[in-house]
């Protein structure tokens, strides 16, 4: 079988099928999703801890738009030969959009498996397993990235949180505009922060620094950091910091192949390349899947147009923050703002069972609400 091939069933990978599928209109073109579970994962849900609310039928998606799913983990790519290899079975292809995602990266201390982590579904289930019925949880939380304030802002209400950073500020990638807030927010809910240290083992009840303090806990948190998916390492390509492929304003890699999502390096604007979240992750998947199928059907490709960058930060029963630009000017605090994540959070689940709706929304590359 040839066609257009999708590699991964994330936001970028879904939101590309439908994309193709859109743009394939009666055409005969097949169009085959390659992921290994029956699901999406609806990642900037599971800091509530509640994962079936983060779960999606990837089924009730695809089969509606005619687009085939093989439940398959890819391990090779053959670039050359225009095919891959996904659990020993070999899939050709004439355009292939690799929307592989992103991946935690893990620390390499003693006890790492001892962590616990809300990188996939299985991680948040497994976090709220232990906590489920733990009165006044102790938890430490490394990281104070947007995942990192997220879960140590949720844990913070079921008991004690000790944060950890490396930077000698809170949140040093968010910037200035938004720390008076977080770090308001953190003091209201109790969440103690230590600055400029790293953590160095973990082990049953507790975690180890680098200046010999030891903290006990019920649970160690680790949020250090995302990283693109280890297949991009299988194109042809120069790549980012966080082993993202560079892409040019159409998503193409080069030749047959587009990336979307976290493992695409894209421009949002002149200055700015995008951020790993399915702010982007969304759009990037319209623009790439509508492209390959474009490519193949003598239809107009389009550039990849995201609206502008806002983020919308969760804090717990502190609220939350909506700032604007990439300065993250503060335009929303408090209840309204945590109102309008719950917005964000639910907007983001895509229709099901809908093939005309689908296919709407795959015609649109805004997301018409943006976090």
Known sequence: MSGIVIIGGGFAGVWSAAAAALVRGESDLDITLVAPNEDMVLRPRLHRLVPEWSRVPLKRFLEPIGVAHLRAEVTDVDTEARNI??????????RLVLAAGSRLARPAIPGSDLLYDID????????????????????VVVGSGFTGLEIATELAERGTVVMIERADTVAPDLGPGPRPQIEAALAALGVEVRLGTTLTAVDETGAHLVDGTRLEADVVVWTGGMRASLLTAQFPGERDRLGRLLVDRRLRVGGEIFAAGDVAAAHADADHHVIQSCQFATPMGKAAGHNAAADLLDVPLVDFDPDPYVTCLDLGSAGALYTTGWERQVQLDGAQAKQLKDTILDVIHPPLDDAEEILRQAGQQSNGVSG
């Open 120 to 139: 996939t579904a299985e991680g948040a289930a497994r976090l709220a397993g232990r906590l489920n019925g733990m009165d006044g949880a102790r938890a």
């Open 85 to 94: 290899t996904a659990n020993d079975q070999l899939l050709s292809y004439d």
